[in-house]
């Protein structure tokens, strides 16, 4: 029997007279305590990953493989998270400019790079890029959720980091 069922017999037996209001109140409440603690664990995890700037920290960071999904969405999404959350925390806003940082200083080297393989010695350079957009965000989420932060080495400062 769902809850609905028993709510419905305890409000027939309070109007047939069998409950008094007292009664029905209490067995109600303690009928609706039955799905409480359920309802308070779903409440508290939505609470934590709502508010845990450890979580949208390393979300700002892992975000950047979007790319790989979508076209561009590797450097747009992280910056709109970035935005969006900035005025909450200072500290999702420490990790939204460390991001933001290294994807303009991963494009700008792309595009060195790039230009520089036309005289081989940037194929080499463009693989070590490559693979660095993919261990830099790795690295930064893992810090992020121990609740440190880590600025990426080689990236330019194009948005202070305190």
């Not at 028993?6 to 069998?18: P, Q, V, Y």
């Not at 450890?54 to 979508?70: A, E, P, T």
């Not at 933001?100 to 080297?109: F, G, H, K, R, S």
């Amino acid at each position: 029997m769902n809850i609905a069922e028993e709510l419905e017999k305890l409000n027939e037996l309070h109007l047939s007279g069998a409950l008094t209001q007292q009664e029905f109140e209490s067995a109600k409440a303690t009928l609706l305590a039955k799905d409480r603690p359920m309802a308070e664990m779903l409440k508290k995890i939505l609470n934590v990953l709502s508010s845990d700037e450890r979580i949208w920290g390393m979300v700002i960071h892992l975000s950047q493989f979007f790319g790989y999904m979508i076209p561009l969405a590797g450097m747009v999404v992280p910056i709109i998270m970035w935005q969006v959350m900035k005025h909450d925390s200072t500290i999702i806003d420490r990790h939204g400019r460390i991001v933001a940082n290294w994807i303009i200083t991963e494009c700008i080297l792309l595009i060195l790079f790039y230009i520089l393989s036309f005289f081989v010695i940037g194929l080499p350079l463009l693989f070590a890029i490559l693979v660095l957009g993919i261990v830099f965000p790795i690295v930064g989420a893992i810090k992020a959720f121990q609740g440190k932060t880590w600025k990426y080495p080689c990236s330019i400062s194009f948005f202070p980091v305190d």
